[in-house]
């Protein structure tokens, strides 16, 4: 599984079932947010020498890494590797400034790739939000973050197991869902 995975799940539970469950695909790349988000991604790998908030330390961008204990494989946007700890960078293409749960779930998991790939602690992620405006915020990776992306990675697992079909209500999200025209929660209440 990857952390995407989980963050989709996060996100709406059907994400699992649809995806990994019936294997169907979103078709995600034909999105012009994905796009653009993935184009923002790319450029900001190549700049290898621009540390953030004039933080000392080493660069490492797009990195790929895996989990034994975790069973899990994330992909690193950027992280800043000090003497003593990692700090992580997570990079959104939006001018919505809000931390969701998703997020939250993300940089979980992330830390705790990197915490069994590099033996160091990561204590604070930096989300920078841009589009047309760029605004950071910084977070406390604490054992809450951790402990909330360990269980939706749990329960994202016990879905696949159990192959039922989850839980789920329409909301906003349902609206912009790539799978909202299949989706019984989505497509009974949207046109």
Not at 40 to 63: A, C, S
Not at 147 to 173: C, H, V
Request: hydrophobic share 40%; proline share 3%.
């Amino acid at each position: 599984m990857s952390v995407t995975d989980v963050v989709e799940f996060t996100f709406c539970p059907f994400f699992t079932y649809f995806g990994k469950i019936l294997e169907l695909k979103q078709f995600e790349h034909r999105r012009g947010t994905v796009l653009a988000g993935r184009s923002m991604h790319q450029k900001y790998e190549k700049y290898k020498d621009y540390i953030p908030r004039n933080i000392i330390g080493l660069k490492h961008t797009g990195l790929v890494l895996y989990s034994e204990n975790m069973r899990l494989v994330g992909k690193i946007d950027e992280i800043i590797e000090t003497d003593k700890e990692i700090i992580l960078i997570e990079r959104k293409y939006s001018d919505s400034v809000v931390i969701w749960n998703t997020h939250l779930v993300q940089i979980g998991l992330l830390s705790c790739l990197l915490e069994e790939n590099f033996k160091k602690p990561i204590t604070k992620a930096i989300m920078i939000f841009q589009k047309n405006n760029r605004k950071m915020i910084e977070i406390e990776v604490n054992p809450e973050i951790i402990g909330y992306a360990k269980t939706q990675l749990k329960l994202m697992n016990e879905i696949i197991m159990s192959a039922k079909l989850p839980f789920s209500e329409f909301d906003s999200r349902c609206l912009d869902c790539t799978y909202r025209r299949i989706c019984p929660v989505g497509s009974l209440n949207t046109s």
